[in-house]
Nanobody, 120 residues
Framework: QVQLVESGGGLVRPGDSLTLSCAVS????IGWFRQSPGTEREFVGA??????KIKTAEPLRGRFTASRDRTKAYLQMTNLQSEDTAVYYC???????????????????WGPGTQVTVST
């Protein structure tokens, strides 16, 4: 049974950087999403099985980047702002091809989430 667990969340100050990680398998394509109270879960970034294809939500480009190695997926976040405060989720799907999903419905397995709080 596939299980995902995010790590690396916490409390940071505006302008800080933070990297989240998620243990993965080579067969999985990984997406990152976030959800703050009263909002829908939204796409943040994703990386293909090979790591060669990466997508980032347009408002977050230049600050957020998804990446991976053989055993972990990462979400690097820079210049964090208060509006980035949310629960961040790692999501996975078995993917035969080297494509990247951006919709919640593309993914079959989700981690429990990790809280990221940006505050002074």
């Amino acid at each position: 049974q596939v299980q995902l667990v995010e790590s690396g969340g916490g409390l940071v100050r505006p302008g800080d950087s933070l990297t989240l990680s998620c243990a993965v398998s080579n067969d999985w394509q990984i997406g990152w999403f976030r959800q703050s109270p009263g909002t829908e879960r939204e796409f943040v970034g994703a990386v293909s099985r090979s790591g060669r294809k990466i997508k980032t939500a347009e408002p977050l480009r230049g600050r957020f980047t998804a990446s991976r190695d053989r055993t972990k997926a990462y979400l690097q976040m820079t210049n964090l702002q208060s509006e980035d405060t949310a629960v961040y989720y790692c999501a996975a799907r078995f993917e035969r091809w080297d494509s990247v999903g951006v919709a919640r419905t593309d993914y079959t397995t989700w981690g429990p989430g990790t809280q990221v709080t940006v505050s002074t």
